[in-house]
Structure formats: C-alpha cells, structure tokens
C-alpha cells in the first residue's frame, strides 16, 4: 500500500512564505511524475505544478514565477515552495503521485489527503 502525506500549510498573511511537503511511503518501486494540485472553496480542482522523475518542471500560469516544485528521490518527497502568497491562493493542496509498487507492473495514481493554506489579506 502507498500512502502520499502533505505537510507545511497553514495560515500566512499575504506576502508571506510556505513550504508544502509530499512524502510518499510505502511498497515503492519508484515514483514517476508528481504534481500538486489546490481546490478552493467552490471551485473546482486545479492543477498548480509538475515534476517529473527526471525533474522537469511546469507551472500553472497563475504561479508568476512565485512558486516552486523540487523533489528528493531520496526521501520520496516532493515539495512545493511558495513565496508571495496572495489571499486567492488560499484553498486546499494536494499532491498526486505516479507510482510503481512492483518493478514491471503498471504504476498506479495515488492522491494525498490534503493540507490547508490559508493567506490572510
């Protein structure tokens, strides 16, 4: 079994800092493309940004060149920094890993439970 476990939100006021942690566990062969994504209240999910197993990395438009991913395949864990938080970015983030549980086998997509960011005006 996987487990993805976010970690880092919180309550910052605009202009302010956090880094979002993604730890996978496990039964981990290897971890593929991670992405995280946010879902604000009455809104729809959203993707915000990728790596991949490589480290190529893609953004939402709405990052500005504020946020950035980065992963330690030591540790399975992806992170997320964000500087220069604005009000609109409060919402829930998740992260979304590809993950192969057995060498050879098909990698299966797995969600984290999400973890609350909250930018105060």
């Known amino acids: 079994q996987v487990q993805l476990v976010e970690s880092g939100g919180g309550l910052v006021q605009a202009g302010g800092s956090l880094k979002l942690s993604c730890a996978a566990s496990?039964?981990?062969?290897?971890?593929?493309?991670v992405a995280w994504y946010r879902q604000a209240p009455r809104k729809q999910r959203e993707l915000v940004a990728t790596?991949?197993?490589?480290?190529?990395?893609n953004y939402a438009d709405f990052v500005q060149g504020r946020f950035a991913i980065s992963r330690d395949n030591a540790k399975n864990t992806v992170y997320l920094q964000m500087i220069n938080l604005k009000p609109e970015d409060t919402a829930i983030y998740y992260c979304?890993?590809?993950?192969?549980?057995?060498?050879?086998?098909?990698?299966?997509?797995?969600w984290g439970q999400g973890t609350q960011v909250t930018v105060s005006s």
């Open positions: 979304n890993g590809v993950v192969t549980t057995t060498p050879g086998m098909a990698p299966r997509n797995y």
């Open positions: 496990g039964s981990i062969a290897s971890i593929g493309c």
């Open positions: 790596i991949t197993s490589s480290g190529n990395t």
